[in-house]
């Protein structure tokens, strides 16, 4: 995204920060690596509790959010290329809120229903030849999508809180070259997540 001053009709934000790089990277990466730790622990227990709904609400809701970051995210980027600052500082730091929202419904989601697998249509666990057979090659599709979605949605918090501390801090120049990085894979992961949802719903017992 490009944040450079030419033309501006917006003076950049003042720093909310102070800058200290040494501290904030340490942070952000003991940050990452705990929420990161959490994620792949939690997703493989499940809880047979009775919540009153159906727990699969938890993705439905995912699903939501992610829509709202993508158009966010999409918003963000043509502010920032129309040099209306303070609108896209707003927008990501909204992107960043309901990306923690969509985190904490995730660990909910796997908590309360487990795994579900493409094409599993009687929800035995085991995907049969005839399953297989009805699921056709949209499953490998859907395991494409899928194997993207899931790395570059472990690694992208760092580089969401990088590119977020660059622009607190007031250092653009390098949020700006972050941020040519991180945009596309948020989106990318943003838009994917909708898709996988999409297509493993039918699945859900």
Known sequence: MDTSPRGAKEQFPKPLLSRNDRKASRLIWAVSLIVFAAVALLTRVKLNVSLGFDPHDFATFNAVVNTFVALILIAAYFSVRSRMYQLHKGLMMTAMVLSLLFLLSYICHHLFSGDTIYGDLNHDGVLSASEKALAGNLRYVYYVILATHIPLAGIILPFILFTAYRSLTGDYERHRRL?????????????????VYLMVRPYYN
């Open 179 to 195: 941020a040519r990085i991180t945009w596309p894979i948020w989106f990318y992961v943003a838009v994917s997540g909708v898709t």
